[in-house]
């Protein structure tokens, strides 16, 4: 079984670095065929990509964020991370992290979602 | 980007009811198209994929249809635990995008 689970501060202030990281079991990251992904929700609202990394380190960032964003995968700890700086309290949002298969480009996993809020 | 529109954004229903959601992409997307549905306080959980394909474990009663610019969700027969909020989602470029998603209320 698949299981994904987000770690990490879930308070960060304003202007710092905010940290994420997604622990994966039940499957090898390099197993390849799927891109491991960071998605967001502020609350009340819509869902956000973020964006993905393949096992490779291969990435794509959503343009809104991609001048902030990075996205790192370590296969030996069956890990991927989120870093997002210079962060504002808009930023405030749920992170999943979540398993992109590359066929068809859907999310079949996700972690339970971490609440990450923004202030000083 | 690509945007998508639900409609409706929400919905009230019956037991046993069938209802249907509507979502519209911005631009032709092919079948790369797909549904979620989100309990609240729980992450989205997969129901449909490639526009028309049922995510394994889910009830049959969820179907989904449609391509290039237009789709639909369909739930036959409501049960009580389907009156919750349903997101669709492209995948056909990035930035992959979500509907604003529908919440359906019981009648």
């Known amino acids: 079984q698949v299981q994904l689970q987000e770690s990490g501060p879930g308070l960060v202030k304003p202007s710092q670095t905010l940290s994420l990281t997604c622990t994966v079991s039940g499957v090898s990251m390099s197993s390849g065929g799927d891109y491991w992904t960071w998605i967001r929700q502020h609350p009340g609202k819509g869902l956000e990509w973020i964006g993905s990394s393949y096992y490779t380190g291969s990435t794509f960032y959503s343009p809104s964020l991609k001048s902030r964003v990075s996205i790192s995968v370590d296969t030996s700890q069956n890990q991927f991370s989120l870093k997002l700086s210079s962060v504002i309290a808009a930023d405030t949002a749920v992170y999943y992290c979540?398993?992109?298969?590359?066929?068809?480009?859907?999310?079949?996993?996700w972690g339970q979602g971490t609440l990450v809020t923004v202030s000083s | 980007d690509i945007q998508m529109t639900q409609s409706p954004s929400s919905l009230s229903a019956s037991l046993g009811d069938r209802v249907t959601i509507t979502c519209r992409a911005s631009q032709g997307i092919n079948t790369y198209l797909n549904w979620y549905q989100q309990r609240p306080g729980k992450a989205p959980q997969l129901l449909i994929y490639?526009?028309?394909s049922l995510q394994s474990g889910v009830p049959s009663r969820f179907s989904g249809s449609g391509s290039g610019t237009q789709f639909t969700l369909t739930i036959n027969s409501l049960q009580p635990e389907d009156f919750v909020t349903y997101f669709c989602q492209q995948s056909y470029s990035t930035p992959y995008t979500f509907g604003q998603g529908t919440k359906l209320e019981i009648k």
């Open positions: 490639a526009a028309s």
């Open positions: 979540a398993r992109g298969r590359a066929a068809a480009g859907n999310f079949d996993y």
